[in-house]
């Protein structure tokens, strides 16, 4: 293996990602992000000094529009969506102390 | 001959012709989805009540003139990761199993306004993050030729239900050629589309910049039809294309006379299955009696396609499936202590391994210090894959190769190596890297029964090409539907 991925940078991605492993897990993400970025390392073969990120095929523009709202007052189903509800709105644990 | 051995636009021609009725198909086809089901579990949910009122209304309003169009009155199954305004779209994921979407996708309201009657909502690999529909939360869809075997993926329910005869046509999503490899494996045509010919609007994101909604069905003539009723500039969509014309019907002309057709050397290299590149050189052939200059030629930076395609769509995943939080829909894990351990732990419970994995790569590659050094590097990358197919283009109207490398898997074959399935992808990949439509059309079935596809690939917004090479190969075969459906309803 090229690459090492330490339980620093497992535990740092973790962060960034969201998401809660298990030792067992984390076990298998360090393992599947090693060999991953050794098989991606081959783009390290291309000389792309000088060419320019391609991020779309086509050139993207901000769209503009009015700001008229056209679609309708769906609050009622937005909200039977939310796992947790209370007075028209979205109830979160708790955020401040 | 039974409803369920026509074409959709054959049967949307007898429902003109009041030969059948609109819920009669509609009937069939859900006698012919209950039967089948258990088999291929093609769907992760039909509504047979929605189905059935659906259809007599539109039936009436085909009585009364005001729908005329040509899929008036056809059963359509929609990828469930597409949205259908008061349907559950759930993405074959945990994390969204009850959501009810309040709005839906443009291109299932275009599909609507023609006349169509949607079905049901299409098993696929969780997040559309798979090759094999085998990541589904909701278990694994099985190839309608043999149970035994994969439909392919991400869009392997879409696949099924049309091979199975579940459905007449379907939507599926093609981010790495997603459409293009279940057609292959379940011996159907499907298309990949220009990419922002289809609106995204209502497409659950994966990877944004390489997502397309496209046609899957029994035959080119429908998926031209398909794409025709489903394609349309949109507001709503950033990155919606404004096409000069959205006619793909007139393509269905059987004259390859002069079409310059190139196949890359490299598409036929190590891990390319005998039998596959048999039945491929044999298409390859026949479009050169049809009078096509066929020549090999070489595409170049085949190999670079999948490094860089994972490092781009494990970015765009992670960044897309941070919306899924716990808090406006889906799932929330229970017992969590404030706010960021429930976001962990819902993520950590309501996603599955494949999921995770791309949201680590993704969130990795991002990451201050790796940014350059993997995700820049990918989308340069990807600039230079664009120019060799500028330059292929500049010399040839279509490229020919397989769909895939082989037919079909075993279940339970891929899963255990990630970058093996990856190589699995690597003809088909490379067309959402440089936004390109291509086709899938079947060309033959190997030892084990199991069908090959040819795929068409053409320069951007180079669609009637494609339908024009596919339709004319087309013409020198015939339909084949596996045993589940002949034993069907007749």
Sequence with gaps: MANHISDETIEYVGILAKLELSGEEKEQAKKDMESMLDYVDKLNELDTDGVEPMSHVFPVNNVFREDIVTNGDDREEILANAPERKDGAFVVPKTVE | MGILDLTALELGRKIKAKEISAVEAVQAVLEQTKKAEPAVHAYVSYDEESALKRAEEVQKKIDDGTLTGPLAGVPVAV???????????????????????????????????????????????????????????????????????????????????????????????????????????????????????????????????????????????????????????????????????????????????????????????????????????AAARTLEKKGAVVEEFDLGLVDYAIPAYYVIASAEASSNLSRFDGIKYGYRAKGAEGLHDMYKKTRSGGFGPEVKRRIMLGSFVLSSGYYDAYYLKALR??????????????????????????????????????????????????????????????????????????????????????????????????????????????
């Excluded at chain 2, 029994?218 to 039809?225: G, I, L, M, P, T």
């Excluded at chain 2, 060799?388 to 339970?412: H, N, Q, R, V, W």
């Excluded at chain 2, 030892?447 to 320069?459: E, R, T």
């Design chain 2, 79 to 281: 990828k469930d990761n597409i949205c259908t305004k008061g349907y559950k779209t759930t993405c074959s994921s945990r994390i969204l199993e009850n959501f009810v979407p309040t709005y839906a996708a443009q291109a299932v309201e275009n599909l609507i306004a023609a006349g169509v009657v949607i079905i049901g909502k299409t098993n696929m690999d969780e997040f559309a993050m798979g090759s094999t529909t085998e990541t589904s939360a909701f278990g694994p869809t099985k190839n309608p030729w043999n149970q035994e075997h994969v439909p392919g993926g991400s869009s392997g329910g879409s696949a099924a239900a049309v091979a199975a005869g579940e459905c007449f046509m379907a939507l599926g999503s093609d981010t790495g050629g997603s459409i293009r490899q279940p057609s292959s494996f379940c011996g159907i045509t499907g298309m990949k589309p220009t990419y922002g010919t289809i609106s995204r609007y209502g497409l659950i994101a994966y990877g944004s910049s390489l997502d397309q909604i496209g046609p899957m069905a029994k035959d080119v003539s429908d998926c031209a039809a398909l794409l025709e009723a489903s394609a349309s500039y949109d507001k709503k969509d950033s990155t919606s294309i404004e096409r000069d014309e959205y006619d793909f019907t007139s393509a269905l002309v059987d004259d390859v006379k002069g079409m310059k057709i190139g196949i890359p050397k490299d598409y036929f290299g190590e891990g390319l299955d005998p039998e596959v590149r048999e039945a491929v050189m």
């Design chain 2, 381 to 490: 990358t990807k600039a230079l894959i664009k120019q060799e197919f500028d330059k292929a283009f500049a010399s040839y109207d279509l490229i020919l190769g397989p769909a895939a490398p082989t037919t079909a898997p075993k279940l339970g074959e891929s899963l255990s190596d990630p970058i093996k399935m990856y190589l699995g992808d690597i003809y088909t990949i490379s067309a959402n890297l440089a936004g390109l439509p291509g086709i899938s059309v079947p060309c033959g079935k190997d030892s084990k029964g199991l069908p090959i596809g040819l795929q068409l690939l053409g320069d951007c917004f180079q669609e009637k090409k494609l339908i024009r090479a596919a339709y004319a190969f087309e013409q020198t075969r015939t339909y084949e539907a596996p045993e589940i459906v002949k034993g069907g309803v007749q």
